[in-house]
Nanobody, 121 residues
Framework: QVQLVESGGGLVQPGGSLRLSCAAS????????MGWYRQAPGKQRELVAT???????NYADSVKGRFTISRDNAKNTVYLQMSSLKPEDTAVYYC???????????????WGQGTQVTVSS
């Protein structure tokens, strides 16, 4: 059983900061890319940022310069530091991982349950 568990969401004022965490656990042999996505009400889920096991990063244009993705490979954990938050960043944030499950002997792409981020005054 593999699971991803996000934490760190909440209510923040415009211009504020939040740090999200996502820990992967279970029968994980290796993790390649980990990423953060978000889904606002009435909109499709969209990419926020990804990071490879080697540390290469990719960001959506809308968050470049404001968000920073990082990871701790020893803890199978990915982080998203969000700064200068805007109301349009309000969404449910999900993490995702490209990993190899050693029990099922399969590549899997599990999602976390999501954490709500609300930016409002």
């Amino acid at each position: 059983q593999v699971q991803l568990v996000e934490s760190g969401g909440g209510l923040v004022q415009p211009g504020g900061s939040l740090r999200l965490s996502c820990a992967a656990s279970g029968s994980i042999f290796s993790i390649n890319t980990m990423g953060w996505y978000r889904q606002a009400p009435g909109k499709q889920r969209e990419l926020v940022a990804t990071i490879t096991s080697g540390g290469s990063t990719n960001y959506a244009d809308s968050v470049k310069g404001r968000f920073t993705i990082s990871r701790d490979n020893a803890k199978n954990t990915v982080y998203l530091q969000m700064s200068s938050l805007k109301p349009e960043d309000t969404a449910v944030y999900y993490c995702n991982a490209d990993l190899y499950d050693y029990v099922l002997r399969l590549k899997r792409y599990p999602w976390g349950q999501g954490t709500q981020v609300t930016v409002s005054s």
